[in-house]
């Protein structure tokens, strides 16, 4: 596609279920990124995944959150046990091969999880 | 600790004011710095900088970069209700796969 496509554009679920969300980041870029932003917040980095190398999990803020990514394309990120406070938009981006560093980051409409 | 800090966090200004947004950020030896345009859903980009003392210019938005005093601007001439928006800042660390550092941003309001 043209963009970054999230989906859903929206989840509201209760307390202790889990959630799955789904991003497809341009066709072509390597790199793709997990974001959380809460209401007033920046954006808080959660992982990054670069074509076949280990992902970069350090900003996941608990055992909780997973994410894997699919031959290279498509994204999942998997919040288990949902809790109040994972309530937040969460933002998909991607960018072109970081082996030629200063490309801007292309970013998804985001889902909006509000955990009940 | 806060790696990118904007300022202000807020600003209400009239349409066709000037506007000077600020971020300052914490790293050294980054790769480049973002600026982005937040509105309802994604963040949009806008500049990319990454030598100091060289503004980059699109329309009536410029931006640019201080790397000795650690900091950036965003300019914004005769504003318009489409300026309103979030303004995110974003550092490119040193020494990682293409990660970034994102400031809280800064919400302009432009009223007609």
């Known amino acids: 596609g043209a963009g970054v496509s999230q989906s859903p554009s929206n989840k509201v679920t209760e307390k202790g279920k889990d959630v799955e969300l789904r991003c497809d980041p341009i066709?072509?870029?390597?790199?793709l990124y997990w974001y959380r932003q809460s209401l007033g917040q920046g954006l808080e980095f959660l992982i990054y995944?670069?074509?076949?190398?280990?992902?970069?999990k350090s900003g996941l803020p608990s055992d909780r959150f997973s994410a894997e990514r699919t031959g290279g394309s498509v994204s999942t990120l998997t919040i288990q046990r949902t809790q109040q406070e994972d309530s937040a938009v969460y933002l998909c981006?991607?960018?072109?091969?970081?082996?030629?560093?200063?490309?801007?980051?292309?970013f998804g409409d985001g889902t909006r999880l509000s955990i009940l | 600790e806060d790696k990118v800090v904007q300022s202000p966090l807020s600003l209400v200004v009239h349409e066709g004011d000037t506007v000077t947004l600020n971020c300052s950020y914490e790293v050294t030896n980054f790769r480049s710095l973002l600026w982005y345009k937040q509105e309802k859903k994604a963040p949009t980009f806008l500049f990319m900088l990454t030598s100091s003392g060289i503004e980059k210019k699109s329309g009536r938005l410029s931006s640019i970069l201080d790397k000795k005093e650690l900091s950036s601007i965003l300019n914004i001439t005769a504003t318009q209700t489409g300026d309103s928006a979030i303004y995110l800042c974003?550092?490119?660390?040193?020494?990682?796969?293409?990660?970034?550092?994102f400031g809280t941003g800064t919400s302009l309001t432009v009223i007609p």
């Open positions: 995944f670069q074509g076949n190398s280990a992902p970069d």
């Open positions: 981006a991607s960018s072109l091969s970081p082996t030629g560093y200063n490309q801007p980051q292309h």
């Open positions: 974003a550092v490119e660390l040193p020494n990682t796969g293409n990660q970034f550092y």
């Open positions: 066709s072509g870029h390597t790199a």
